[in-house]
């Protein structure tokens, strides 16, 4: 069956733009969650849902927000972007919580200039 | 507060030799679970195994397999018979299994290089 599909895999954005970035889970998995991957604060987690229901968020500011649709795909969308953006941003796909496998997306590598 | 600790940066490993990666992890709740994941340079986080807190048994994959010592909150992964394709960054991850919150909490990674 197909992977956790994640798109776009690149982007180069500008200071001040909005960015919208998708991942489609594994057929089946209601649980999607985000994070963002930096050399210097490593994974942090952005946030978590499930039935199209946001179940927890991390510590980002507001500028960073998502949703999930019903049929579980997740878009997480960053305004005002600012040069710290800049991570590859991951989400992760489980059946459902608590699940003893969770599968990642290849990732998103936001760039921001 | 959840925690978890790689506490090797690095590491070199010949190949066709077994190597240990060391975890080890902080948490309060009884009930969590604990997975490996591999990192090659494209970047996907790819699954490698999982131990549930109340497993009794230690998680095997193939050839990864999982030193769990609960009362030292360790979960290390021994990689056995290295290959050059086990050259990647490796993360361990704790999870809770609650219906509140189910978020990975990551340590900062090994990175492991095999020699041939």
């Known amino acids: 069956k197909a992977g956790v599909t994640q798109t776009p895999r690149y982007l180069i954005k500008t200071r001040g733009q909005q960015v919208t970035l998708s991942c489609s889970p594994i057929s089946g998995h209601r649980s999607v969650s985000w994070y963002q991957q930096t050399p210097g604060q490593g994974l942090q987690f952005l946030f978590e849902y499930f039935s199209e229901t946001q179940r927890n968020k991390g510590n980002f500011p507001g500028r960073f927000s998502g949703r999930q649709f019903s049929n579980s795909r997740s878009e997480m969308n960053v305004s005002t972007l600012e040069l710290g953006d800049s991570a590859l941003y991951l989400c992760?796909?489980?059946?459902?919580?608590?699940?003893?496998?969770?599968?990642f997306g290849q990732g998103t590598r936001l760039t921001v200039v | 507060a959840q925690k978890i600790t790689q506490t090797q940066p690095g590491m070199f490993v010949q190949e066709k030799e077994a190597v240990t990666l060391d975890c080890t992890y902080d948490t309060s709740d009884p009930s969590y679970g604990l997975f490996w994941y591999k990192q090659p340079s494209s970047g996907e986080m790819i699954f490698l195994i999982y131990?549930?807190?109340?497993?009794?048994q230690n998680a095997t994959e193939g050839r990864y397999s999982l030193n769990f010592q609960k009362a030292r909150k360790s979960a290390n992964l021994v990689i056995s018979a290295s290959q050059l394709g086990d050259s990647a960054m490796y993360f361990c991850?704790?999870?809770?299994?609650?219906?509140?919150?189910?978020?990975?909490?990551f340590g900062t990674g090994t990175s492991l290089t095999v020699i041939p």
């Open positions: 992760a796909s489980s059946f459902r919580q608590g699940s003893t496998e969770a599968f």
């Open positions: 131990q549930g807190s109340y497993d009794q």
């Open positions: 991850a704790m999870r809770h299994d609650t219906y509140t919150g189910n978020q990975f909490y």
